[in-house]
């Protein structure tokens, strides 16, 4: 395909204007191990950073109207749901919350968000205000959840939801892991799992992404911030069962890996690159999935919004 003839091609799958998404998969399917139980049409949306300045409120309702539009059945929120709560104490993030909820309401589909690390309130604010004793408190209470990680039925599909973020003491302020509290849930929960159910994992910290290496060098170490630092405790938990589909966020970019019959999807960002325009190539968007019991489909697509237009 010429490039000319690409960009036409991309253009009518409903990327006006977005060259560079060339070289994206804007749909794809494939078959997997089972599928669901019956059909689930889900959007995984990620990395929204929402905060009450600029257009980012219009881009956020634009955004919840595309998402009602696709019908889905479900919809999972991928963390960084706010800008930043991580250095700022709760008073500040507060406005931000305001702006994702309202996002969060215009959804029309039950919304199961899971924690990103931006979403943790008072960890170490800038302005030398006091530690909050519970950075995880205000997601729990926005949500009325009793912890930040679950595990929900959808149609057949059971779904993991994570929390993949562990403070830490050193400069990078906090790693990918997944606690050993919730390893433990985990095989618990795996153990009344039958091993034929098909089964989704959301995490905010990716458990596998090959992002790093294609934008830092092949062989440039991974900090501990990047990805999940047990990913393998948590994969080997799934070895002996259906684990069909991987979603994950942080990386603001779209990215598809299959690794041993389980498929990695990193779902861009609501966002983009914080509201500046895209991430290597990947513009502000969100994921539409199609679990059937023979094959998924991925659709990542744009919502109108334009931050260089903006
Ligand atoms: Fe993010």
Not at 98 to 114: G, K, L, S
Not at 155 to 162: A, K, N
Not at 247 to 258: I, T, Y
Request: with cysteine; proline share 6%; charged share 20%.
């Amino acid at each position: 395909m010429s490039l000319t003839s690409r960009r036409r091609f991309l253009h009518t799958a409903g990327f006006a204007g977005a060259s560079v998404l060339l070289g994206l998969p804007a749909r794809t399917s494939w078959a997997a191990r089972s599928g669901a139980a019956k059909r689930l049409r889900l959007v995984f949306f990620t990395d929204v950073h929402a905060h009450p300045d600029g257009g980012v409120p219009t881009a956020m309702t634009q955004a919840a109207t595309a998402i009602n539009a696709k019908h889905p059945d479900l919809v999972i929120g991928g963390g960084d749901l706010i800008y930043d709560g991580f250095e700022v104490p709760a008073a500040v993030a507060e406005p931000q919350w305001d702006v994702y909820m309202q996002m969060h309401r215009a959804i029309r589909a039950p919304v199961e968000p899971i924690l990103g690390n931006h979403d943790l309130v008072g960890v170490r604010p800038v302005d030398k205000s006091a530690p909050s004793i519970d950075p995880r408190a205000a997601f729990r209470e926005k949500f009325g959840l009793d912890r930040t990680w679950r595990v929900i039925d959808a149609e057949g599909t059971r779904f993991f939801l994570l929390d993949s973020v562990e403070i830490s003491d050193d400069d990078l302020m906090y790693h990918g892991g997944i606690s050993s509290e919730q390893l433990g849930w985990l095989e618990a929960e795996l153990g009344r799992t039958d091993t034929d159910t098909p089964i989704v994992v959301a995490t905010h910290i990716p458990l596998l992404s090959a992002i790093p290496q294609a934008t830092k060098g092949a062989i440039t170490p991974l900090e501990a911030n990047h990805l999940v630092v047990n990913n393998r405790e948590v994969l080997e938990r799934f070895a002996d069962h259906n684990l069909v589909l991987v979603l994950q966020g942080h990386l603001h970019a779209e990215e598809m890996l299959r690794w041993q019959g389980t498929t990695f999807i990193t779902g861009g960002a609501v966002c983009g690159n914080k509201w500046k325009g895209p991430k290597y190539g990947t513009p502000e968007g969100f994921g539409v999935l199609t679990l059937r019991p023979d094959r998924v489909d991925w659709e990542y697509t744009t919502y109108g919004w334009n931050a260089r237009g903006a």
